[in-house]
């Protein structure tokens, strides 16, 4: 089993900048990606963006793109995900997941542990 548990959700405005960290703990051997999805009220959830175990390689969704920066630190088995010029569109709750082997990155159901999920409100 794995566990994560995300941290670093909040209200912030138009413009502004948010940093979310997902913290992995128990048998994080198997797991070879992390990714980062995002479910606003009334839609599915989608893909943010994914990170593999070494942190050596990144993949985003195009909504994101150049504003959202993923990064991994090995030592405290950690993922952070930072969110710069944020958007209303950007409002949601977000999930941290860990992946196996079999893993596609952007494939939400591909995913075999998630955490809980924290709120990211932006107001404009």
């Known amino acids: 089993q794995v566990q994560l548990v995300e941290s670093g959700g909040g209200l912030v405005q138009a413009g502004g900048s948010l940093r979310l960290s997902c913290a992995a703990s128990?048998?994080?051997?198997?797991?070879?990606?992390m990714g980062w999805f995002r479910q606003a009220p009334g839609k599915e959830r989608e893909f943010v963006g994914a990170?593999?175990?070494?942190?050596?390689?990144?993949r985003y969704a195009d909504s994101v793109k150049g504003r959202f920066a993923i990064s991994r630190d090995i030592a405290k088995s950690t993922m952070t995900l930072q969110m710069n010029r944020l958007e209303p569109e950007d409002t949601a709750v977000y999930s941290c997941?860990?992946?196996?082997?079999?893993?596609?990155?952007?494939?939400?159901?591909?995913?075999?542990?998630w955490g809980q999920g924290t709120q990211v409100t932006v107001s404009s």
């Open positions: 990170v593999n175990w070494s942190g050596s390689t990144t």
């Open positions: 997941a860990a992946g196996g082997f079999s893993t596609r990155w952007s494939q939400s159901r591909d995913y075999d542990y």
């Open positions: 128990g048998r994080t051997s198997s797991q070879i990606v």
